[in-house]
């Protein structure tokens, strides 16, 4: 039964366990809670369509950006002096509102040039992704040092949104794309997919199955461990493989567990590694 359905059931449950002098109050109560119950539901429903609506108008110039990226396009059509345009005019707005002495010791400051030497004899801007991933602290804080040889390889990200059919949840995706040859995996696109159970609560995580290349999977490491023989006492060491903390540990499936397959405690630890991952 549906979250939403068993709290509602409770609640008139509780109201019919009520004195008869008292129950006409809550029950109108819990009728004007449903009133505005479905208002919410009739906002959200208008977001959804909203939101798709706009996100249909972005794909054109999302593609654009994809090309001009990968160099593989070099007409920028009049964008070029609508920037010039714009930032003309924003000069003078700025100027207009900042104190004489302000700018008389702004002129005086040494112009330094922006250095892009890097991107000398290379199409488009093949690192493009890789500074947006460090600009962002949240994200960047997720890469640990072993990660960050297999993120320099990183060609394009994007998301996309899809409403489950059953749920009318939307479901979020997140598709990772890396050259083609690199020295850690086959793969070529990396998907991670989260289910939800509601608005804000995940039910499940589908992710790609990563082929790693023998020795360069970060999310595994090797440890050393003694052992000791019960019946001789004689101790060795052996070689044990464990888990290890990595970026590309987001792309492992998790699913909530079976109601009742584990304590609560242990299900809330597993809920809260879900919600770390939005």
């Known amino acids: 039964m549906p979250i939403k359905k068993e709290i509602e059931q409770k609640m008139i449950k509780t109201i019919e366990n009520m004195p008869k002098e008292f129950q006409d109050r809550f029950k109108v109560l819990h009728m004007l809670s449903d009133k505005r119950s479905k208002l919410n539901d009739e906002f959200n429903e208008a977001c959804k369509k909203l939101e798709a609506k706009i996100l249909e108008k972005k794909k054109p110039f999302l593609h654009q950006r994809k090309q001009i990226i990968a160099g593989e396009e070099n007409s920028f059509g009049d964008l070029t002096t609508k920037f010039d345009e714009t930032h003309a005019s924003l000069g003078q707005k700025v100027a207009a509102i900042v104190k004489p002495a302000e700018k008389e010791a702004e002129d005086k400051e040494e112009k330094v040039p922006t250095d892009v030497s890097y991107l000398k004899g290379k199409a488009g801007v093949p690192d493009f992704w890789v500074r947006a991933m ?35 949840n939307m479901n979020l995706t997140l598709r990772m794309n890396f050259k083609a040859g ?86 809330n630890e597993v809920r809260d590694k879900m919600d770390e991952t939005q």
């Not at 460090?134 to 990660?147: G, S, T």
């Not at 320099?152 to 998301?159: A, K, R, S």
């Open 182 to 267: 690199n020295d850690f995996f086959s793969n070529e696109t990396l998907t991670v997919s989260l289910e939800y159970e509601s608005e804000e609560s995940i039910k499940a995580i589908r992710g790609t199955n990563i082929e790693w290349l023998e020795g360069k999977d970060p999310t595994k490491k090797k440890i050393k461990k003694k052992q000791k023989h019960k019946k001789t006492g004689e101790t060795r060491t052996v070689v044990k493989t464990v888990d290890a903390d990595s970026f590309f540990n987001i792309f492992k499936d998790r699913a909530l567990p079976v109601e009742g397959a584990c304590d609560s405690e242990e299900e």
């Open 134 to 168: 460090k600009a962002n602290k949240l994200i960047w804080d997720q890469v640990r040092e072993k990660d960050e040889p297999i993120i320099e390889h990183l060609t394009h990200v994007e998301t996309e949104t899809q409403e489950d059919e059953k749920t009318k």
